[in-house]
């Protein structure tokens, strides 16, 4: 069964797997192994069940959310977003003009690397659909989400003036990342 994010079900499964990637980070990822998440399984599932999930669909959605909190513990790029890092935030909100126009936005992860550039990373938990190949979908998520990670960068650098300014989207239920530029 592949759940959207257009779907219900989809976006209360990704504001759970949001949550719990900025839960990890806060706490520090070296204290998350792919074993602790079993201590969530019961939280995800009364998570589902007050946002409105069916009971016989919780299963599914909390599998979903729980294959995707794996993917990115069991990957070395998942660890690297949710890592210690300097000037690092989780679900930052930021609020600019841009364009002549007031632009709010929340973004999921960033920080500043070892290279000194700062990183704007959005999580998706949508995937590739039945007979999309990967590098496709990665293509498609990359230019329908390009005009917002462009508004997060500039209200970043607004904010930040920093020189530098890297956005990509992260996809946990694939381990996929790509750089939007």
């Not at 969530?40 to 959605?61: E, H, K, W, Y």
């Not at 660890?79 to 709010?104: K, M, N, Q, S």
């Amino acid at each position: 069964l592949n759940l959207s994010l257009r779907t219900e079900e989809g976006r209360i499964v990704g504001t759970a797997v949001h949550g719990w990637l900025e839960h990890i980070a806060r706490d520090g990822v070296a204290n998350w192994s792919v074993e602790r998440l079993s201590t969530i399984q019961s939280r995800l599932q009364a998570f589902m069940l007050a946002n409105g999930v069916p009971r016989q669909r919780t299963d599914i959605c909390v599998g979903r959310a729980l294959k995707a909190l794996e993917n990115c513990l069991r990957s070395t790029r998942g660890r690297w977003i949710l890592a210690e890092h300097l000037d690092a935030a989780c679900e930052l909100a930021l609020t600019g003009v841009i364009d002549g126009l007031p632009v709010h936005a929340v973004i999921d992860r960033t920080f500043i690397d070892e290279n000194g550039e700062r990183w704007v990373i959005d999580y998706k938990t949508s995937e590739p659909g039945d007979g999309e190949g990967v590098e496709d979908f990665l293509n498609r998520e990359r230019e329908r989400y390009r005009p917002q990670l462009m508004d997060y960068k500039m209200l970043t650098t607004l904010q930040n003036q920093q020189s530098t300014v890297r956005t990509a989207l992260y996809f946990p239920l694939n381990d996929a990342w790509c750089e939007v530029v």
